[in-house]
Protein backbone atom coordinates (compact mmCIF):
# COMPACT_ATOMS: atom_id res chain seq x y z
CA UNK A 1 0.00 0.00 0.00
CA UNK A 2 1.54 3.68 -0.60
CA UNK A 3 2.01 6.22 1.29
CA UNK A 4 1.64 9.84 1.50
CA UNK A 5 3.83 12.49 2.78
CA UNK A 6 4.06 12.20 7.07
CA UNK A 7 1.58 14.64 7.86
CA UNK A 8 1.60 16.51 11.80
CA UNK A 9 -0.81 14.91 14.28
CA UNK A 10 -1.68 14.39 18.12
CA UNK A 11 -2.13 10.92 19.73
CA UNK A 12 -6.05 11.30 21.03
CA UNK A 13 -6.39 7.54 22.36
CA UNK A 14 -3.91 4.75 22.53
CA UNK A 15 -5.27 1.26 23.05
CA UNK A 16 -3.66 -2.41 22.47
CA UNK A 17 -0.62 -1.51 20.07
CA UNK A 18 -2.94 0.85 17.90
CA UNK A 19 -3.25 5.18 18.34
CA UNK A 20 -6.03 7.36 16.81
CA UNK A 21 -4.37 10.51 15.89
CA UNK A 22 -6.06 13.62 15.08
CA UNK A 23 -5.31 15.11 12.08
CA UNK A 24 -6.76 18.23 10.93
CA UNK A 25 -10.81 17.30 11.51
CA UNK A 26 -10.09 13.80 10.82
CA UNK A 27 -9.69 10.53 13.44
CA UNK A 28 -6.79 8.38 11.96
CA UNK A 29 -6.31 4.98 13.10
CA UNK A 30 -2.50 4.18 13.08
CA UNK A 31 0.65 1.90 14.52
CA UNK A 32 4.28 2.90 14.82
CA UNK A 33 6.95 2.34 12.83
CA UNK A 34 8.72 -0.75 13.45
CA UNK A 35 12.04 0.97 14.11
CA UNK A 36 9.93 3.33 16.94
CA UNK A 37 9.44 0.00 18.58
CA UNK A 38 12.92 -1.11 18.98
CA UNK A 39 15.95 -0.68 21.17
CA UNK A 40 15.82 -0.06 24.56
CA UNK A 41 13.85 2.31 27.22
CA UNK A 42 12.06 2.61 30.39
CA UNK A 43 8.97 4.23 29.14
CA UNK A 44 5.58 4.02 26.69
CA UNK A 45 7.14 4.39 22.93
CA UNK A 46 4.16 7.07 21.97
CA UNK A 47 1.20 7.70 23.91
CA UNK A 48 -2.22 10.01 23.63
CA UNK A 49 -1.01 13.55 23.88
CA UNK A 50 2.05 12.97 21.63
CA UNK A 51 2.55 14.93 18.90
CA UNK A 52 3.69 12.74 15.98
CA UNK A 53 4.15 12.67 12.20
CA UNK A 54 1.77 9.97 10.37
CA UNK A 55 2.35 8.38 6.58
CA UNK A 56 -1.09 7.79 5.33
CA UNK A 57 -2.14 4.43 3.83
CA UNK A 58 -4.69 4.06 0.43
CA UNK A 59 -7.36 1.85 3.14
CA UNK A 60 -6.95 5.25 5.89
CA UNK A 61 -4.98 3.95 8.12
CA UNK A 62 -1.80 5.29 8.51
CA UNK A 63 2.13 4.27 9.98
CA UNK A 64 3.36 7.17 12.54
CA UNK A 65 6.93 7.75 11.55
CA UNK A 66 7.81 10.03 14.01
CA UNK A 67 7.28 10.67 17.59
CA UNK A 68 7.92 14.62 18.22
CA UNK A 69 10.09 15.15 21.88
CA UNK A 70 7.56 15.70 24.76
CA UNK A 71 8.03 19.58 26.53
CA UNK A 72 6.11 17.55 29.54
CA UNK A 73 4.82 14.20 30.44
CA UNK A 74 2.47 13.41 33.45
CA UNK A 75 3.26 9.52 34.11
CA UNK A 76 4.51 7.48 37.50
CA UNK A 77 6.47 4.49 37.97
CA UNK A 78 4.20 1.65 36.52
CA UNK A 79 3.01 -0.87 38.66
CA UNK A 80 5.00 -3.89 39.43
CA UNK A 81 7.96 -2.98 37.41
CA UNK A 82 10.48 -0.60 37.07
CA UNK A 83 9.29 1.57 34.10
CA UNK A 84 7.95 4.79 33.45
CA UNK A 85 4.05 4.49 32.36
CA UNK A 86 2.99 7.56 30.34
CA UNK A 87 -0.41 8.72 31.32
CA UNK A 88 -0.89 12.04 28.99
CA UNK A 89 1.59 13.87 27.13
CA UNK A 90 2.40 17.45 26.61
CA UNK A 91 -0.73 18.39 29.16
CA UNK A 92 -1.37 22.34 29.13
CA UNK A 93 -2.41 21.88 32.82
CA UNK A 94 -3.70 19.46 34.92
CA UNK A 95 -6.82 18.93 37.43
CA UNK A 96 -6.59 16.78 40.01
CA UNK A 97 -10.07 15.69 41.11
CA UNK A 98 -10.67 14.55 45.12
CA UNK A 99 -13.85 13.61 46.48
CA UNK A 100 -15.22 16.11 49.54
CA UNK A 101 -17.14 12.49 50.41
CA UNK A 102 -17.90 9.29 48.39
CA UNK A 103 -15.02 8.07 48.86
CA UNK A 104 -13.66 10.42 51.49
CA UNK A 105 -10.65 12.77 50.05
CA UNK A 106 -7.24 11.05 49.50
CA UNK A 107 -5.00 14.01 50.29
CA UNK A 108 -1.85 11.28 50.44
CA UNK A 109 -2.52 10.38 46.75
CA UNK A 110 -2.88 14.44 45.88
CA UNK A 111 0.44 15.46 47.15
CA UNK A 112 2.30 12.82 45.12
CA UNK A 113 -0.17 13.96 42.62
CA UNK A 114 0.97 17.65 42.90
CA UNK A 115 4.90 16.54 43.31
CA UNK A 116 4.90 15.04 39.59
CA UNK A 117 3.44 18.57 38.84
CA UNK A 118 5.94 20.40 39.96
CA UNK A 119 8.69 17.98 38.53
CA UNK A 120 7.43 18.34 35.46
CA UNK A 121 6.36 21.96 35.73
CA UNK A 122 2.97 21.66 34.77
CA UNK A 123 -0.15 24.02 35.97
CA UNK A 124 -2.18 22.24 38.43
CA UNK A 125 -5.66 22.94 39.48
CA UNK A 126 -7.43 21.09 42.13
CA UNK A 127 -11.09 20.00 42.06
CA UNK A 128 -12.81 19.51 44.95
CA UNK A 129 -15.75 17.77 43.76
CA UNK A 130 -18.88 16.39 45.22
CA UNK A 131 -19.29 19.38 46.90
CA UNK A 132 -23.47 19.05 47.50
CA UNK A 133 -23.01 15.76 49.93
CA UNK A 134 -20.34 17.87 52.76
CA UNK A 135 -20.78 21.24 54.82
CA UNK A 136 -19.33 23.57 51.89
CA UNK A 137 -17.07 25.42 54.63
CA UNK A 138 -15.89 22.38 56.36
CA UNK A 139 -14.48 21.19 52.88
CA UNK A 140 -13.25 25.13 52.27
CA UNK A 141 -11.50 24.42 55.00
CA UNK A 142 -9.89 21.18 54.13
CA UNK A 143 -8.46 22.38 50.89
CA UNK A 144 -7.18 25.97 51.49
CA UNK A 145 -3.91 25.29 52.66
CA UNK A 146 -3.86 24.00 48.89
CA UNK A 147 -5.23 27.47 47.85
CA UNK A 148 -2.58 29.51 49.83
CA UNK A 149 0.33 27.17 48.40
CA UNK A 150 -0.86 28.98 44.91
CA UNK A 151 -3.13 25.96 43.76
CA UNK A 152 -6.53 26.88 41.89
CA UNK A 153 -9.46 25.08 43.74
CA UNK A 154 -12.46 24.76 41.89
CA UNK A 155 -15.57 23.43 44.17
CA UNK A 156 -17.82 21.61 42.12
CA UNK A 157 -20.91 19.17 42.36
CA UNK A 158 -22.23 17.70 38.85
CA UNK A 159 -25.30 17.00 40.57
CA UNK A 160 -25.92 20.62 41.23
CA UNK A 161 -24.17 22.41 38.38
CA UNK A 162 -22.11 23.89 41.32
CA UNK A 163 -18.62 25.31 40.05
CA UNK A 164 -18.99 23.35 36.87
CA UNK A 165 -18.98 27.10 34.63
CA UNK A 166 -15.81 28.43 36.27
CA UNK A 167 -14.16 24.84 36.05
CA UNK A 168 -15.21 24.58 32.12
CA UNK A 169 -13.96 28.36 31.36
CA UNK A 170 -10.44 27.23 32.83
CA UNK A 171 -10.24 24.33 30.17
CA UNK A 172 -11.26 26.51 27.12
CA UNK A 173 -8.63 25.67 24.44
CA UNK A 174 -5.68 23.81 26.73
CA UNK A 175 -5.09 20.62 26.51
CA UNK A 176 -5.96 19.62 30.12
CA UNK A 177 -5.81 15.83 32.24
CA UNK A 178 -8.53 14.84 35.21
CA UNK A 179 -6.66 12.77 37.10
CA UNK A 180 -7.52 11.21 40.51
CA UNK A 181 -8.95 8.05 42.06
CA UNK A 182 -11.60 5.99 41.39
CA UNK A 183 -14.82 7.09 42.14
CA UNK A 184 -14.03 10.73 42.54
CA UNK A 185 -16.53 12.08 39.70
CA UNK A 186 -13.96 12.55 37.01
CA UNK A 187 -16.46 11.32 34.46
CA UNK A 188 -19.76 12.68 35.34
CA UNK A 189 -17.95 16.00 35.32
CA UNK A 190 -16.92 16.02 32.31
CA UNK A 191 -20.89 15.44 31.05
CA UNK A 192 -21.46 18.07 33.33
CA UNK A 193 -19.19 20.63 31.59
CA UNK A 194 -20.09 19.10 27.78
CA UNK A 195 -23.35 17.16 27.64
CA UNK A 196 -23.09 14.71 25.25
CA UNK A 197 -19.79 13.59 25.67
CA UNK A 198 -21.51 10.05 26.75
CA UNK A 199 -19.00 9.01 29.32
CA UNK A 200 -19.78 5.98 31.54
CA UNK A 201 -20.35 6.72 35.14
CA UNK A 202 -20.74 4.03 37.71
CA UNK A 203 -22.04 4.34 41.46
CA UNK A 204 -19.22 3.66 44.25
CA UNK A 205 -19.07 0.58 45.79
CA UNK A 206 -21.13 0.16 49.04
CA UNK A 207 -19.08 -2.51 49.99
CA UNK A 208 -15.67 -1.51 48.88
CA UNK A 209 -16.09 2.10 49.74
CA UNK A 210 -14.11 2.15 46.10
CA UNK A 211 -15.11 3.54 42.94
CA UNK A 212 -14.93 1.65 40.01
CA UNK A 213 -13.33 2.35 36.69
CA UNK A 214 -15.72 3.82 34.11
CA UNK A 215 -12.93 4.63 31.85
CA UNK A 216 -10.48 1.91 30.71
CA UNK A 217 -7.96 3.81 29.05
CA UNK A 218 -6.82 7.71 28.42
CA UNK A 219 -8.67 9.59 26.16
CA UNK A 220 -8.26 13.03 24.37
CA UNK A 221 -11.63 14.25 24.23
CA UNK A 222 -12.08 17.44 22.15
CA UNK A 223 -14.44 20.22 23.40
CA UNK A 224 -16.74 22.55 22.16
CA UNK A 225 -14.97 25.47 23.94
CA UNK A 226 -11.66 24.93 22.17
CA UNK A 227 -8.72 22.11 23.40
CA UNK A 228 -9.43 18.61 24.88
CA UNK A 229 -9.76 17.43 27.99
CA UNK A 230 -8.12 13.22 29.10
CA UNK A 231 -10.24 11.64 31.19
CA UNK A 232 -7.69 9.04 33.05
CA UNK A 233 -8.30 5.63 34.36
CA UNK A 234 -8.79 6.38 38.13
CA UNK A 235 -5.65 5.47 39.69
CA UNK A 236 -5.59 2.96 42.65
CA UNK A 237 -2.65 3.79 43.87
CA UNK A 238 0.46 6.35 42.71
CA UNK A 239 4.46 6.18 42.37
CA UNK A 240 6.60 8.28 41.63
CA UNK A 241 8.70 8.06 38.60
CA UNK A 242 12.26 9.21 38.62
CA UNK A 243 12.33 11.48 41.50
CA UNK A 244 15.36 11.17 43.63
CA UNK A 245 15.04 11.70 47.56
CA UNK A 246 17.28 14.76 47.54
CA UNK A 247 15.22 17.12 45.21
CA UNK A 248 11.76 16.26 46.74
CA UNK A 249 11.54 19.05 48.69
CA UNK A 250 12.23 21.26 45.95
CA UNK A 251 8.90 20.19 44.26
CA UNK A 252 6.98 20.96 47.88
CA UNK A 253 6.35 25.05 47.05
CA UNK A 254 6.19 25.66 51.31
CA UNK A 255 9.41 23.57 51.77
CA UNK A 256 12.06 24.86 49.41
CA UNK A 257 12.23 28.39 50.05
CA UNK A 258 13.14 26.99 53.46
CA UNK A 259 15.39 24.56 52.80
CA UNK A 260 18.78 27.07 52.59
CA UNK A 261 18.23 27.67 56.35
CA UNK A 262 18.64 24.17 57.33
CA UNK A 263 22.09 23.98 59.69
CA UNK A 264 22.92 21.08 57.03
CA UNK A 265 23.43 21.03 53.20
CA UNK A 266 22.23 17.50 53.11
CA UNK A 267 19.43 17.50 55.27
CA UNK A 268 16.22 15.16 54.92
CA UNK A 269 13.78 17.00 57.03
CA UNK A 270 13.16 14.43 59.11
CA UNK A 271 15.31 14.29 62.02
CA UNK A 272 18.66 16.42 62.18
CA UNK A 273 18.90 19.49 64.26
CA UNK A 274 18.85 23.02 63.40
CA UNK A 275 16.12 21.47 60.65
CA UNK A 276 14.39 24.93 58.87
CA UNK A 277 11.56 22.46 57.87
CA UNK A 278 11.23 20.81 61.13
CA UNK A 279 11.63 24.38 62.82
CA UNK A 280 8.61 25.85 60.62
CA UNK A 281 6.12 23.41 60.80
CA UNK A 282 6.32 23.20 64.85
CA UNK A 283 6.49 27.33 64.61
CA UNK A 284 3.02 26.50 62.67
CA UNK A 285 3.85 27.92 59.12
CA UNK A 286 3.97 24.62 57.70
CA UNK A 287 0.80 22.57 57.57
CA UNK A 288 1.59 19.35 59.68
CA UNK A 289 -0.18 17.21 57.24
CA UNK A 290 1.90 18.16 54.45
CA UNK A 291 4.64 17.80 56.07
CA UNK A 292 3.96 14.17 57.28
CA UNK A 293 2.65 13.69 53.19
CA UNK A 294 6.59 14.72 52.87
CA UNK A 295 8.43 12.59 54.89
CA UNK A 296 5.57 9.63 53.76
CA UNK A 297 6.98 10.02 49.94
CA UNK A 298 10.62 11.20 51.36
CA UNK A 299 11.04 7.13 53.41
CA UNK A 300 9.59 5.55 50.41
CA UNK A 301 12.15 6.42 47.66
CA UNK A 302 14.51 4.97 47.57
CA UNK A 303 17.61 5.93 47.23
Not at 80 to 85: D, I, L, N, S, T
Not at 241 to 269: K, S
Request: hydrophobic share 40%; charged share 25%.
Amino acid sequence: MSESPALPGLIVRAQSGFFEVAIDERRVVTQLRGKLKRGPRTGDAAAVGDRVRVSLLNDGTGIIEEVLPRERVLSRQAPGRKAEQVIVANPDQVVFIVACADPDPNFRMLDRLLVTAEREQIPARICANKIDLVVERAARAEFDEYARLGYPVHYTSAVTGKGVKSLRKALAGKISVFAGPSGVGKSSLLNAIQPGLGLHTAEVSQVTGKGTHTTVVPELLALDIGGYVADTPGLRAFALWDIEPEELDGYFPELRELVADCAFNDCTHLHEPGCAVMAAVERGLVSPERYDSYCHIRLDTPD
